[in-house]
């Protein structure tokens, strides 16, 4: 009998905990990414704090500039606790990929340059644990963007490859072709590369994305963003 009480005791907060991360989930569906972080990180659970590592990195993109650099090192702070938790959770190397990548462009080259091989060691951790992810793949053609835009040399010592840019945006966008992120991070890295011989497939990828329809808040910022590009660009 007490084996019987104990098995449903753990039944019911397993439940608990599901339905919570997915209230979360939610939450930050909606656009209210404190709420997320606070929810995922009272979970104490490596998929909550990831939630809240996701929340607080998408909340510093709408933060005031001010906010942002210490917003991104507390979701490096959650990512990491995430990992500590679960060392086999493909999200929370993904969260601690996303976070580095977003700081990494906000504090410039010097600063950014150490946190390469992070970066790319995390999303490597991340896919080979969940082949399928498909933010894993634009998160890495956006790493190789990057490192190949700052010059020859930088790209050799880290060994980002320009080839890897389209290859990796294929295989995120076949897994998850609705995603608007990835077509306009597609398109941002193409013109990284080279704005003039890349404008037309960027255009392409551009007018993808804003005939797709946005399910969350982000959705919606990246619809506008991806907008906005395209009126740029034509």
Known sequence: MRQLILTALLAVSTVSLADSLKEANTLLD???????????????TSDGFAV???????????????????????AQGYANQAVKLND??????????????????????LQSLPLARDIKAALQKAIS???????GYAALGLWNAELVAKGGFVAFSYGADASQVTANF????????????HRLEYANSLLKLDSTKNKAAALAQLKKAVTLAPVTYWDRQDLAAAQKKLNDLQ
């Open 170 to 181: 294929e295989k995120a966008v076949a897994i998850a072709p609705t995603t608007i992120a």
């Open 88 to 109: 086999e959770n493909a999200s929370a190397y993904f969260e601690l990929a996303r976070a580095d990548g977003r700081l990494a462009q906000f504090v410039g080259i």
């Open 30 to 44: 909606k656009g209210d990414w404190q709420a997320a972080t606070a929810m995922g990180t009272a979970l104490n």
């Open 52 to 74: 809240a590592a996701k929340a607080t990195t998408l909340g510093a993109s709408v933060s005031a500039e001010a906010a942002k650099r210490g917003l991104l090192e507390k």
């Open 129 to 135: 644990l969940d082949p399928k992810m498909d933010e």
